[in-house]
């Protein structure tokens, strides 16, 4: 008996269940987009510079490239605003067209970053007597750019909520209501600049480079789907 009567109220729940979703008005679901941009100024700089040496021995060739980086990284320490680390270092022989070995060929790599332009700008010039400026780029720094995003949520946000009452209105539907949204950051940063030696380093003084930080371009977008009834 009380299976039969756990029976018919299932079924009773099941009936009711299916009548309310045949009575549920329709509704359209219409996917959408919104962007906000703005342009930052970049704040950090980045630049490599390089030692590249050849010899006959491979002992005299690290021990040259080794004294330029090391000579490199204490005049590095006068300029505070500057963060230099260590980059790449490569060392390969040289065969010549008998595949005979003839030699060595290393390259080591000095990695600057710095939010002081003109402290950057006098340091590579420093450097520049001893090593060989491989490139530049420049981005904006990630708590500017945290805080230009936080602030273009808020716009792409409102501005989502603009285009899906304007659909509302279009569809001529009396309101709307937000069934999934979704935030995505990002920007279009400029390439590095390529930067090379035209002449042979010398032990004079270079005149320090002049910088040009530009711009990059932040967009937050908000993609989400709407029910319009």
Aim: aromatic letters at 6%; charged letters at 25%.
């Amino acid at each position: 008996m009380r299976r039969w009567i756990a029976l018919v109220l299932a079924l009773s729940i099941a009936l009711a269940a299916s009548q309310a979703w045949a009575q549920a008005p329709e509704r359209d679901s219409v996917e959408l987009q919104a962007e906000a941009h703005r342009e930052l100024g970049n704040d950090t700089l980045n630049a490599v510079l390089f030692a590249e040496l050849n010899e006959a021995d491979a002992t005299k060739l690290a021990s040259g490239l080794n004294r330029t980086v090391n000579e490199a990284l204490a005049a590095a320490k006068e300029f505070k605003a500057v963060r230099v680390r260590s980059g790449n270092n490569q060392t390969y022989p040289v065969y010549d067209r008998q595949q005979r070995l003839t030699g060595w060929r290393g390259r080591a790599e000095l990695r600057l970053e710095s939010r002081d332009f003109p402290a950057a700008a006098a340091l590579i010039g420093k450097l520049q007597a001893g090593m060989r400026l491989g490139q530049i780029s420049f981005s904006a720094s990630s708590e500017l750019r945290k805080a230009a995003e936080d602030e273009l949520i808020a716009e792409a946000i409102k501005a989502f909520r603009s285009r899906a009452d304007i659909a509302r209105s279009a569809l001529g539907a009396r309101q709307y209501r937000i069934r999934r949204i979704s935030i995505n950051t990002g920007g279009a940063f400029p390439p590095p600049r390529p930067f090379l030696a035209r002449a042979a380093a010398t032990a004079e003084a270079i005149p320090p480079p002049q910088f040009e930080g530009g711009t990059s371009q932040i967009t937050v977008s908000v993609n989400g789907t709407i029910e319009v009834e």
